[in-house]
């Protein structure tokens, strides 16, 4: 998993009917701004203000170490990403404290800050702004104590950060930098005076006990509160469009949806070609009027012949009345023929007369019909392979396919994997009457990195299951089938001791076919690069069979 596909719903779980919520598996509650001021308030009246900084700054450092200490153990997939800086604004963002403008981030080194962090609508300075009016002082204090805190654990090393603008005292933004704590000058002194000495070192060794004691956030229970992704986004377009083939993808079936033309939309067994039917029909002139689909691998010769043209009282056995054809139905609207590579060579035939003269005739008829329709055709099968086999009419797949539509793998389109499965949960909770509010962390890790070779089709069997076996309230791993949670087993050596070279090779080998000869995959599961996987398989190919 990347930070960038990270998701509140996967971290959160909620237990209403218990009163308990856990983040990252560790329980959590909620607080409201205006209480939180308050709280401030009170510390001010009971303490004076500059204990009440301390004890807010240091309550701060600990929470972003905790915070930090649980990404690395929870998730340690992300931790190298964490470390290069990339998870702290989203961290922020997530946590609400306020929109990161911008973030920069250095060696510390160079006499420039650690960190700098430019924050918008930061919530002690709208709390503050709230609450008493413009400051004479920077007042985000917590938000100060919770950045040294995570990225000293991060670094390993005691940060602190300080703030020289502030939105409560009028400045344009809140304005963080950190350093580490060696590297801050005698000027800065006064202002550390607020961590009173607490550090990475301290922190660690008070709290190790408690973090080493494993705690399982429970599971059987009932919910009754639903935190299902909003739909009113998925019916204004496509439904999931977040991968950069799928936007590219769409965008061009949204220019061809402006013109009559034929599409042939091609790609694997369940990646959603119905779909896009609908959604090239929807965004035509021709919405208005109907779209009919027919399976042409689902019928026999003589159904389909009726099925497609309709059919006159007595035409054949059975023919007992006037039929009308699917082709004469979408008059004026949008045919759509899936699994067109499945004609015969006679309907075949007869389609290329309906594109080329717009007419038709229904089966025992001799009275001649005119049609306008806008023919989609979708096929799994190389339509192009089965015209030099001589399966499929040349001319007709010319016709056919004037603007081709390749519709990717889902394996191929990460970035849409989590989107989909959350559209899919709720809409599961709608029709099954459940209350899942979202995927588990650990089970939105192994739906990304499975292979998907039935793609959307598979993900929508898989959440539907999951939705219906998990207790709730999230969909945990071990509702997931069992083909996402095979190991892959290491080489035996019941036949001897073999060098280490056969050894790795055995095993590369052995991933790579238990992932379905993916590559990319093999090579992320491997740690190395695609390049280091292509040459070394390379090498295996040339090397001679010794055995």
């Avoid at 986004?233 to 799928?246: A, D």
């Avoid at 009919?292 to 003589?302: D, R, V």
Wanted: hydrophobic content about 35%.
């Amino acid at each position: 998993m990347k930070t960038s596909q990270l998701d509140l719903r996967e971290l959160l779980a909620f237990k209403p009917h218990g009163g308990t919520m856990s983040f990252l598996g560790q329980r959590t509650y909620l607080t409201d701004m205006i209480s939180h001021g308050m709280l401030r308030k009170e510390l001010f009246k009971t303490v004076g203000q500059e204990a009440a900084r301390t004890i807010i700054t240091r309550s701060g450092f600990i929470r972003g170490w905790l915070l930090a200490e649980q990404i690395k153990r929870k998730m340690p997939e992300v931790w190298s990403e964490a470390r290069q800086g990339k998870l702290g604004p989203m961290i922020c963002s997530m946590f609400g404290f306020g929109e990161v403008l911008t973030s920069h981030r250095t060696d510390g080194l160079s006499g420039d800050p650690l960190v700098e962090t430019y924050f918008i609508g930061a919530y002690e300075a709208d709390q503050e702004l709230r609450l008493n009016g413009q400051s004479t002082d920077v007042v985000c204090w917590e938000q100060v104590g919770f950045a040294s805190g995570y990225v000293s654990n991060v670094q390993q090393r005691t940060v602190y950060f300080i703030e020289p603008e502030c939105q409560a005292k009028g400045d344009c933004h809140c304005r963080l930098i950190g350093n580490y704590l060696e590297q801050w000058d005698d000027a800065t002194l006064p202002l550390l005076k607020y961590y009173n000495g607490i550090n990475n070192d301290n922190i660690k060794a008070e709290v190790q006990d408690i973090l080493n004691i494993e705690e399982y956030f429970p599971r059987n229970f009932n919910v009754d509160m639903d935190f299902d992704t909003k739909k009113s986004h998925i019916h204004s377009g496509y439904p999931i469009k977040n991968s950069y083939p799928m936007q590219k993808l769409i965008e061009m079936a949204n220019n061809v949806a402006k013109v009559p033309t034929s599409i042939l939309i091609t790609g694997e067994s369940g990646v959603g070609k119905e779909k896009l039917v609908d959604f090239i029909h929807r965004n035509s002139d021709k919405n208005d009027k109907p779209l009919m689909a027919i399976n042409c691998g689902a019928l026999t010769e003589s159904l389909l012949d009726s099925e497609l043209f309709g059919h006159v009282k007595g035409a054949f056995t059975g023919a007992e009345n006037n039929k009308m054809g699917l082709i004469e139905s979408a008059n004026g609207g949008t045919l759509f023929l899936d699994e067109v590579g499945e004609l015969s060579p006679s309907m075949q035939t007869k389609l290329l007369r309906v594109i080329q003269e717009k007419q038709i005739r229904r089966v025992g008829d001799n009275n001649i019909k005119d049609v306008d329709v806008r023919i989609i055709s979708a096929t799994n099968k190389d339509l192009e392979a089965a015209v030099e086999a001589g399966d499929f009419r040349q001319d007709l797949y010319y016709r056919l396919n004037v603007i081709e539509l390749k519709i990717p793998p889902l394996r191929n389109r990460g970035e849409d994997i989590l989107p989909l499965a959350r559209f899919f949960i709720s809409d599961f909770n709608e029709k099954l009457g459940r209350q899942i509010t979202g995927l588990n962390y650990k089970t939105a890790d192994l739906l990304l990195n499975y292979d998907w070779p039935g793609n959307i089709r598979q993900l929508a069997n898989t959440i539907e299951r999951a939705v219906v076996l998990s207790p709730g309230p999230q969909i945990m791993p071990e509702d997931l089938p069992d083909e996402f949670h095979q190991n892959i087993t290491t080489p035996s050596i019941n036949n001897g001791i073999k060098p280490l070279n056969t050894i790795e090779k055995d095993y590369i080998v052995s991933v790579l076919e238990t992932l379905n000869n993916n590559k990319a995959l093999t090579a992320k599961k491997l740690g190395m690069s695609l390049a280091t996987l292509y040459r070394k398989l390379k090498e295996y190919d040339e090397q001679p069979n010794l055995e």
